[in-house]
Structure formats: structure tokens, C-alpha cells
């Protein structure tokens, strides 16, 4: 992206530049600007004139600039004495032709005087992207990216090549320019090359070394080390969007829940949630989450492979239910059989809305994107002969599964070309979103040996973020086929889409 051009007013403004630096100097940033003010003469007219002023377009406009200023006579700033910063093209001289009507009736009424005034700009009127504009190489400073994933008081910076010579700089830019900030880390491998648990290998640039963090979102509580976990605030918004979905008193199973930014969003909307992560150290910070936000009545947290936990939820969900069933049938016998207390008034009570626990799970989200769909294949033969639980001998549908993968515009193309035999989409275009979709419904369908696509009925392919320049994130959702559901668990048919599209 090319840089704005910027008029001779807005670069008055702009820092000083200095490429060469590699020590951050926060001296070197400092500007003075000879400009024009109205002093004035009894600050209880100031309100008065700085609106009229602003109205008639002569009181500077400037980011992070206050137009009040105390007065630059020592004696008058010592008595209270302000004035008011005016824009650029206002000159002090005795030629009143850049003042405008407004400001030249009320230098005539002595309300004000005009007067030279010098704005002084330090370091700390800059901003991050600001001060690495004038310090970067010029020809880096156009695709320049001051983002960052934030977790709690940590910046995680994963910097392309090109900007490793100056990596001590930025962090220490964006550390200034933060005060929540107290750590700057920078990913120095891909997430999940040396553990299996999507944690990766990084570098301290700037600022304290721990990584205890802890991480509010909405009104939950998340305690952790960050280099042990994995965390990403910028799926927030897919976490609402998926819980908006899961209605109060349904049972939801968060098959790598992480330290459970989906498993308590949706249970302090009432859901029951079954959560599992087979990170050790995301199971306990889990347990703790689910105890600082009190929903220990909802969630029950597991440390399990995803191929085993998911049998074992719905084994336990099931048997949880029944229970809990025959246990309200015995109190309801029992409140039945109680004789009525003599000389005390019947009070009707206003019952509290409960929900029950269901036997089955009304939804599965599976978040491991870089291997989640191989895990399908344990949904293979999960209610098999269960299917007095579901439609058409009740009205519960079976459940719908929510799983996340990767699709890079290679992998997109080369399905769009596989399915219609020509080549279609490129690098060079952009995603091909059509091709990602069935690429990922290929994928689906070759795991659970049914044939997924995206016009089957129940099925949404939503894109979530872009993860590189040619890579996305996507959220498959689709109801579980019953030929899945309450088929042989060990049975793998021979679907065409297992040969490719």
C-alpha cells in the first residue's frame, strides 16, 4: 500500500526522519513549530471563543494536540493566562487576511490578541506507527504492520524477515507506546513445530520476561503461561459467533478446548459444556478458569486424546442424564408421598427456570485447525445404537460438528482444477473461495467416509481469518450424518471423494 501524500500543514507535523538508527534515541524526536495563537484577554470568554473559532475553521485541528495552551508570556502562563492554537495558515503579522471575519471582530473588541506561538512536539506525541515511519528503511515502511496478537500485558509480534535487523526497535517503539503492554515477544518457529500442543518457540525483544498472563475477555477470567498454551484474542469475535448458535440447556462438546475460550463463553449463557484439551498445562488453567468464573455446574473439564474423549463424552452425557432423570422422578415421588403441614397457608412460589441435562450433545467444536479433521473418524459409528435418542423417534436432530483446518490457495486451485479439469484460480488472484470450500468438504468427507459438500443440507463453510499472505483459517459446521452416527465404528467405505475430486 502506497504512502498518502500529505500537504505542507500535515507535514509540519510529521517526526523528524533518521534511518539510520538502530539505538532508539527519543532525544532525536523533537519539533518545534513556528504557528500563530490568540491569547486571551479574561479566560471566561475562552469557551466562547474556541467554539466560534473552531466553527469558523481557524482554531487548529490537530491528532492529539489540546487548541488550549497555557500562554507563552512566563507571567501571564504563572497567572493562568491561556490562548488558543490556531491553524497553520493563520499569520501573526500585521496582515489580517488569513485570520477570517470571526477572528478579526474579535481582535478589533480586544477579547483576544493575536500572537506568534511556538508548538513544541516531543517523542511522546508520536505515535508507534509514527516514529517506525521515520526510522525503518523507506522502502519497508509502506507494508509496515504495527499489529500484534495481545494476550494480557504481552505483545506477540511475529515479524517477516526483512524486519529482524530492527526487531530491538520496534518492540521498544511499541512497548513506549503501550502502557498495558509490559512484554514484546516475537514467534521465532511455526506454531506447533516443536510440540504437538500448538505452542511455539519465540524471543524476548523487549521488556519483563514473564509470560504469566492474565487475559480478560467480556467478563471471563484467563490465567496462564502464554508459552505454554495456546491463545489467540483475535478469534474473540468466532467464539462469540459460535456461541450465539448453542441455545441454554443444550450440551456442548469443545473436543481442544484450550484453557476454554468457547467452553465458558457458552456456558455463562447457560449451555453444559463436556471440555477436553490433552495439554496438560491448558487442562489445569482450564480448571482454574472454570473455578475464578463459577461455572462448575456446567463444565466438566477432561485431559484426553480427542479420539478418545469423544466416544467417552457421549457415554458419560448419556449416563450423567439418565441419572439426573432418575433422580427428579424420585423427588417428584417423594414430594407426592409428603403430607401437607397443618395450620400453614399453601404459597405459590414462582418456579426458577431450570434446564435439564440432556442425554445427547447438541453440538461438537473442534479448534485445532492444523489437524482437527482427522479426528472425525471417531464420530464413525458414536450412536450406534442409540438411535432411539434421535429423530424420528423423538424431535432431536443429530448433532451439528463445528471443525477448523487450514486451506492455503494452492490446495483451492488445484480442487476447483481436479473438479472441473481446467485450470481455475490462482496465487496471484486471491482465494478461491469456492475451491476452499470444497477442498475442505473433500477433506470432511474422506475422514468420515460420507460424502460432504458444500450444498448439503445443514452445511456452512465460513472463512475466519487470514493466517499468511496465501493461507486462511476456516470453520467447517455440518450436521453429523446418520450413516456416520449409526454406522460400524471400524467400517471405512469406499466414497469417491476418498480418491480425490
Same mark, same amino acid.
Given at each position: 500500500?502506497?504512502? !498518502?501524500?500529505?500537504?505542507?500543514?500535515?507535514? #509540519?507535523?510529521?517526526?523528524?526522519?533518521?534511518?539510520?538508527?538502530?539505538?532508539?534515541?527519543?532525544?532525536?524526536?523533537?519539533?518545534?513549530?513556528?504557528?500563530? *495563537? *490568540?491569547?486571551?484577554?479574561?479566560? !471566561?470568554? &475562552?469557551?466562547?471563543?474556541?467554539?466560534d473559532l473552531e466553527r469558523s475553521g481557524t482554531l487548529l485541528q490537530a491528532k492529539r494536540l489540546r487548541a488550549v495552551q497555557p500562554d507563552p508570556d512566563h507571567e501571564r502562563r504563572a497567572n493562568g493566562g491561556r490562548c488558543l492554537v490556531l491553524e497553520t495558515r493563520v499569520k501573526h503579522d500585521e496582515d489580517a487576511s488569513t485570520w477570517g471575519d470571526v477572528l478579526s471582530d474579535f481582535e478589533r473588541s480586544k477579547i483576544l490578541e493575536v500572537i506568534p506561538f511556538t508548538l513544541e512536539l516531543g517523542y511522546e506525541y508520536w505515535t508507534a506507527h509514527d516514529i517506525l515511519s521515520a526510522i525503518l528503511p523507506e522502502e519497508l515502511v509502506d507494508?509496515?504492520?504495527?499489529?500484534?496478537? #495481545?494476550?494480557?500485558?504481552?505483545?506477540?509480534?511475529? #515479524?517477516?524477515d526483512v524486519y529482524l535487523p530492527y526487531k530491538s526497535l520496534i518492540a521498544t517503539v511499541i512497548l513506549d507506546k503501550n502502557p498495558a503492554i509490559k512484554t514484546v515477544i516475537n514467534k521465532v518457529a511455526p506454531v506447533g513445530a516443536n510440540s504437538a500442543f500448538r505452542t511455539f518457540r519465540y524471543e524476548l525483544l523487549a521488556g519483563d520476561p514473564s509470560l504469566e498472563v492474565e487475559a480478560k475477555v467480556r467478563h471471563l477470567v484467563f490465567r496462564f503461561d502464554y508459552s505454554k498454551v495456546y491463545w489467540n484474542t483475535r478469534l474473540s469475535g468466532e467464539h462469540d459467533r459460535l456461541a450465539e448458535l448453542f441455545r441454554p440447556g443444550e450440551a456442548v462438546c469443545d473436543v481442544m478446548a484450550g484453557v476454554g475460550p468457547f467452553a465458558l463463553r457458552a456456558a455463562t449463557n447457560g449451555v453444559f459444556v463436556w471440555a477436553n484439551d490433552l495439554n496438560p498445562d491448558c487442562h489445569r488453567s482450564l480448571l482454574e478458569a472454570v473455578r475464578r468464573n463459577k461455572v462448575q455446574d456446567l463444565v466438566r473439564v477432561s485431559n484426553d486424546d480427542g479420539h478418545e474423549f469423544i466416544p467417552k463424552a457421549v457415554d458419560d452425557l448419556q449416563r450423567r442424564a439418565s441419572l439426573a432423570a432418575e433422580t427428579r422422578a424420585r423427588s417428584k415421588d417423594h414430594d407426592k408421598a409428603a403430607p401437607e403441614r397443618p395450620g400453614r397457608r399453601a404459597t405459590k412460589k414462582k418456579p426458577a427456570q431450570t434446564h435439564h441435562l440432556p442425554p445427547t450433545f447438541s453440538h461438537f467444536v473442534m479448534n485445532l485447525p492444523a489437524s482437527a479433521i482427522g479426528f472425525l473418524g471417531a464420530f464413525r459409528g458414536v450412536y450406534r445404537g442409540r438411535e432411539p435418542l434421535f429423530e424420528p423417534h423423538t424431535a432431536t436432530a443429530l448433532?451439528?460438528?463445528?471443525?477448523?483446518?487450514?486451506?492455503?490457495?494452492?490446495?483451492?486451485?488445484?480442487?476447483?482444477?481436479?473438479?472441473?479439469?481446467?485450470?481455475?484460480?490462482? *496465487?496471484?488472484?486471491?482465494?478461491d473461495l =469456492? +475451491?476452499?470450500?470444497?477442498?475442505?468438504?473433500?477433506?470432511?468427507?474422506?475422514?468420515?467416509?460420507?460424502?460432504?459438500?458444500?450444498?448439503?443440507?445443514?452445511?456452512?463453510?465460513?472463512?475466519?481469518?487470514?493466517?499468511?499472505?496465501? !493461507?486462511?483459517?476456516?470453520?467447517?459446521?455440518?450436521?453429523?450424518?446418520?450413516?456416520?452416527?449409526? +454406522?460400524?465404528?471400524?467400517?471405512?467405505?469406499? =466414497?469417491? &471423494?476418498?480418491?480425490?475430486?
Open positions: 500500500m502506497a504512502t !498518502k501524500p500529505t500537504s505542507p500543514a500535515e507535514s #509540519l507535523f510529521r517526526p523528524p526522519v533518521n534511518r539510520s538508527m538502530r539505538d532508539l534515541d527519543r532525544s532525536f524526536f523533537s519539533r518545534k513549530i513556528p504557528t500563530t *495563537a *490568540a491569547r486571551v484577554a479574561d479566560n !471566561k470568554h &475562552l469557551a466562547r471563543l474556541r467554539t507494508e509496515m504492520t504495527t499489529g500484534y496478537n #495481545l494476550a494480557g500485558h504481552i505483545a506477540h509480534l511475529n #515479524l517477516r448433532p451439528m460438528i463445528h471443525v477448523y483446518c487450514f486451506v492455503s490457495q494452492q490446495e483451492a486451485a488445484a480442487t476447483t482444477t481436479a473438479l472441473q479439469g481446467t485450470t481455475h484460480g490462482s *496465487a496471484s488472484r486471491g482465494m =469456492d +475451491g476452499a470450500k470444497r477442498e475442505v468438504c473433500r477433506r470432511i468427507s474422506e475422514e468420515i467416509s460420507c460424502t460432504i459438500t458444500p450444498e448439503t443440507a445443514g452445511t456452512d463453510i465460513i472463512p475466519v481469518r487470514d493466517v499468511s499472505a496465501s !493461507k486462511e483459517m476456516y470453520c467447517a459446521s455440518f450436521r453429523l450424518p446418520a450413516q456416520v452416527a449409526f +454406522g460400524s465404528a471400524s467400517q471405512r467405505g469406499d =466414497d469417491p &471423494l476418498r480418491h480425490g475430486l
